[in-house]
T-cell receptor, first 109, second 114 residues
Framework: RKEVEQDPGPFNVPEGATVAFNCTYS??????FFWYRQDCRKEPKLLMSVYSSGNEDGRFTAQLNRASQYISLLIRDSKLSDSATYLCVVNAGTYKYIFGTGTRLKVLA | NAGVTQTPKFRVLKTGQSMTLLCAQDMNHEYMYWYRQDPGMGLRLIHY???????AKGEVPDGYNVSRLKKQNFLLGLESAAPSQTSVYFC?????????????FGAGTRLSVL
């Protein structure tokens, strides 16, 4: 089993739709969790950290479920500019960051 | 703000050639990392540094060497390039303290080894 697993997609959704991605992780000792966004042929950029109680940043909501070992990202009112690959990142120890392969989102006009 | 700058952006090498990738950051970050990204795989850590003069191996260090002689620079060397090292290489840096897990990435270096 991979340490971090994501559905590669693509998720094709119309503008204005709500879309959610999950990411499962295998190491129950994982301490910190993040979502990064990566545009085509660009570098990853931090979208948001994921806190135990869940957190929201505008149209984006992140949740952590430690019991089932997954994190989720919900995007409301999708924009064309949200089209990108979303990377799940798990901190599994000091300086050890495990990156998922990413979930590709395409928002259609 | 320049942030994290990688040079070169593209490079084509022949098998057996050597090269150095340069990463420079102007954010006074202590931690720096080198990753490679291959199709169908997540970013994998090659080497990292927790401060000037220190380096450590990551997940896939074989065939690479690094140096951090100055705090702002982290160099990745390929002594004898192999086709398996064809990849996109990303450098990242992060501060200490509460934000230490937030990594800032450079734009990447696309390397092809023929």
């Amino acid at each position: 089993r991979k340490e971090v697993e994501q559905d590669p997609g693509p998720f094709n959704v119309p503008e204005g739709a709500t879309v959610a991605f999950n990411c499962t992780y295998s190491n129950s000792a994982s301490q910190s969790f993040f979502w990064y966004r990566q545009d085509c042929r660009k570098e990853p950029k931090l979208l948001m950290s994921v806190y135990s109680s869940g957190n929201e940043d505008g149209r984006f909501t992140a949740q952590l479920n430690r019991a089932s070992q997954y994190i989720s990202l919900l995007i409301r009112d999708s924009k064309l500019s949200d089209s990108a690959t979303y990377l799940c990142v798990v901190n599994a120890g000091t300086y050890k960051y495990i990156f998922g392969t990413g979930t590709r989102l395409k928002v259609l006009a | 703000n320049a942030g994290v700058t990688q040079t070169p952006k593209f490079r084509v090498l022949k098998t057996g050639q050597s090269m150095t990738l340069l990463c420079a950051q102007d954010m006074n970050h202590e931690y720096m990392y080198w990753y490679r990204q291959d199709p169908g795989m997540g970013l994998r850590l090659i080497h990292y540094s927790v401060g000037e003069g220190t380096t450590a191996k990551g997940e896939v260090p074989d065939g690479y060497n690094v140096s951090r002689l100055k705090k702002q620079n982290f160099l990745l060397g390929l002594e004898s390039a192999a086709p398996s090292q064809t990849s996109v290489y990303f450098c990242a840096s992060s501060p200490t303290g509460w934000a230490k897990n937030i990594q800032y990435f450079g734009a990447g270096t696309r390397l092809s080894v023929l």
